[in-house]
Nanobody, 125 residues
Framework: QLQLVESGGGLVQPGGSLRLSCAAS????????IGWFRQAPGKEREGVSC????????YYADSVKGRFTISRDNAKNTVYLQMNSLKPEDTAVYCC??????????????????WGQGTQVTVSS
């Protein structure tokens, strides 16, 4: 059974850092592109970042570019999202998602096939 489990969320002060993890099981992780999305209360889901499987290419939303870094460790079936210089507007539930299109570079949620449950990130003083 294909499963994605996020972890690493929590409460952090503005300017702080968190590293989110997306652990995958039940499928050949190496062949899937992975995306990170977030949804704040009362707002639509927003694509944050993605990483392809084919060559490790990455993409970031303008709102996080220069502050967030996505990476993957295929040996551990895990994708990470390092979040630095966090702002209150980064507060949201963060979810990872997997696409069967290995070379996908997209932060459109419709392009993804499988989703995790999410982890809460709160940036507040």
């Amino acid at each position: 059974q294909l499963q994605l489990v996020e972890s690493g969320g929590g409460l952090v002060q503005p300017g702080g850092s968190l590293r989110l993890s997306c652990a995958a099981s039940g499928f050949t992780f190496d062949y899937y592109a992975i995306g990170w999305f977030r949804q704040a209360p009362g707002k639509e889901r927003e694509g944050v970042s993605c990483i392809s499987s084919s060559d490790g290419s990455t993409y970031y939303a303008d709102s996080v570019k220069g502050r967030f870094t996505i990476s993957r460790d295929n040996a551990k079936n895990t994708v990470y999202l390092q979040m630095n210089s966090l702002k209150p507007e980064d507060t949201a539930v963060y979810c990872c998602a997997a696409s069967e299109v290995a070379g996908l570079i997209s932060i459109h949620s419709d392009d993804y096939d499988y989703w995790g449950q999410g982890t809460q990130v709160t940036v507040s003083s």
